[in-house]
């Protein structure tokens, strides 16, 4: 059985930095296109961003472009979401998920991802 286990969110001021973290239990991690997703109260669930099976190429939406990243080590089976420079429109619960496929496509949709983690709550507010 596959799973994804995020943690890493919490409650920081406008300017902090957080690193949420997503391990993948049960299938090989190195096969996973991993992406990134939040819902804000009341909106729907938003793309983020996603990082391919090496970590060499990833993709961020216009607005977080400049501010986070999405490395991953392999070897802990871990993808990260490296925040940066958080604003209070960055709130929401931010949820990874896994795609095991060949073809690198940072627009996918949210369909073609086979699994999720549980999602874990982010809230910058001063």
């Known amino acids: 059985q596959v799973q994804l286990v995020e943690s890493g969110g919490g409650l920081v001021q406008p300017g902090a930095s957080l690193r949420l973290s997503c391990v993948v239990f049960?299938?090989?991690?190195?096969?996973?296109?991993m992406g990134w997703f939040r819902q804000a109260p009341g909106k729907e669930r938003e793309f983020v961003g996603a990082?391919?099976?090496?970590?060499?190429?990833?993709y961020l939406i216009g607005s977080v472009r400049d501010r986070f990243t999405i490395p991953r080590d392999n070897a802990k089976n871990t993808v990260y979401l490296q925040m940066n420079s958080l604003k209070p429109e960055d709130t929401a619960v931010y949820y990874c998920?896994?795609?095991?496929?060949?073809?690198?496509?940072?627009?996918?949709?949210?369909?073609?991802?086979?699994?999720w983690g549980q999602g874990t709550q982010v809230t910058v507010s001063s």
């Open positions: 998920a896994a795609a095991f496929s060949d073809i690198w496509d940072p627009h996918r949709p949210s369909s073609d991802y086979d699994y």
């Open positions: 049960g299938r090989s991690f190195s096969s996973a296109i």
């Open positions: 990082v391919n099976w090496s970590g060499g190429n990833s």
